[in-house]
DNA sequence: GATTAGCACTCACGGGGCAAGAGTGCTAAT
DNA sequence: ATTAGCACTCTTGCCCCGTGAGTGCTAATC
């Protein structure tokens, strides 16, 4: 697709979605020219407008009524009318002011970038904990809770910590346990579950149990990691039109039970740079026509990404949602490089 | 209050609750009579709920319409009417089945529980994690994640894991780390946030700044536990016809959010045994009027321990949340000691 | 004295009708 | 190519009113 519109059907359809998005109601040519100095009358704009929706840009809910956009407006709006929507500096240094603020440690900053993102957005936001696709053995440690049960814990290559019981077939002592823990990390090392699990079955007794449950919570850890995410602000986004009634409500909800959204989402999504965004019936999964998402990944290397989005109303600040999308993106994976990668001072 | 109603009366009050929680609409006495064989007509219904009126158990939403149970009625109904509602064993063994299924991790039972309670209940389920309101460090480890940055991770004596970020002034080895724990962990072992961020003064260079980080986590760990929560059900419980409209589902979502419901609750909250309810107007939150709340306490001890109840609106199936959550509050409380606490066999 | 049948009355609820308002499409004039 | 004018359409909000469920009261009955 081209930009394949005139100038004055381009000033019109992107008032048509400005309007249409402010307002949420079907936009008339009258309401229109009276708003805005555009120059020419009603009937002018009225037969533009009929251009427009013959060529499937905008659409009639019925006989009489306003114009809105369809998804394909939608998608030549953000495509050609939209510009560069940066963020403006002074809202750049307040987030970054407020991601100084809050404690050093990645669950926070996801919760961080989720209640920005809603705020601003005014619809619901999502963001995925970063994550590696493969997940290789770090460290582990034991800790005794009591005689027949300990703390395993354990942080993969990607830094992610996971924790789980241990539940032993006789009492043994924390020096025990430190001692088999130092022995075995040298020996299981990086290793993926499969390599452990393999590792488990050659060992016997304690060992073997030891190494079975990190084989299973890596894997478990690897599974988790299409199925984990968070959102914020659902109380803001209930409040659209499109969801106050009923049947939305109730979609949206189900979307966002369970993680539901993700399995729609995953398979359209590419590894890329820039912000991705799907209007309407753009989305692969139907579940998610009828929503706009605005989403992007983000990251310290190919290796461990997570994303960071918007959910909404097909009708969606498009404009907003994307540069404050990008900006967020960048802002985590600026914190998550400086977890993780070697950084400029570590080059040299 | 005692008992003060007479046999009839009590049969009338118990239908009029059991038949407004389940349909929603104010129930009057000719349904009454057609729907149950009740032996009297529908007269004597009517002068028996008159009576009921004029001493506050039942309440007229408008001159004519069906009689509602009011806050004093329900009271009086879970009090004296419900008898004890035990889950059915059947149900019981569901529920053990469900727990044995999942990951041996707190967690993963607290989302749980959570599940199966809204489930049950058809209302939003709440669950805080087990906590106690005194942290003392039980262990903690440093992680290189590269030069300049380490990972800290962090056991407390409940057995809660904090991970936090570390950022060194200067490149460190992990081995110099590795070294620098195993000193440090025998120095402050059991300490609280106050003692150890002592001892982080009185140190200097590295150690300080690792001690002073572990003081922050365990003090962040300590003030968190008054404002985690899990939730569960929002789906279920915004079709209730009370949330169904804007202004009831805003009400709860704002209660929902960031946790605000759990410091309308705690004051109200005793550490006791068994259930606790709390009706409509009962609630000392004004937040909270209007709503019904089904809670119990559980956990390993007196020290370590969290919430798990039911939210919904006033009219909320009592009977079956309160022997949901007592269960569950058991179910809970039986895992946490088989982590926490000497058993049985280790008393001998 | 308690119970019940009967009756007049009340009030929410839902559907039909109606006027207002916003918008369209078409035509003819500019 | 643009615009003024006009007839027409269709939603929206409102009022009105019939219906039905329910009440309170009274008088008759057990």
Redesign the pocket.
Known sequence: MEQQLSG?QNTILKLVVQEYVRTG????????T?RYQL????????????EL?YRDYLH????????VPTDHGYRYYVEYLLGDPYLPVSEQMMIRRQFRQVEMQIESWIKLAAAVLADACGNVSLVTPPRSRVERLRHFELISLREQVALLILVTQSGAVHESILHLTEPVEQSTLSALSRQLNTEVRDFRHTQIARAADAAAGLPALVLRQIAEALQSREQQSQSEIHHEGLDRALQQPEFSRGAGAQHLLELLRGGAILSALLPQLELMEDVQIFIGSENRSADLHGFGVVIASYGASDEITGYVGVLGPTRMPYGRSISMVRYLAQVLSDLLRGVYQAGPEAVR
Chains 1, 2 share one sequence.
């Open positions: 004055r109601r079907a936009v008339g040519s009258k309401a229109l009276e120059g020419v009358s009603s009937a002018t704009v009225r037969n533009e407008m009929g929706e009639h809910p019925y006989t009489s009524a306003g114009r």
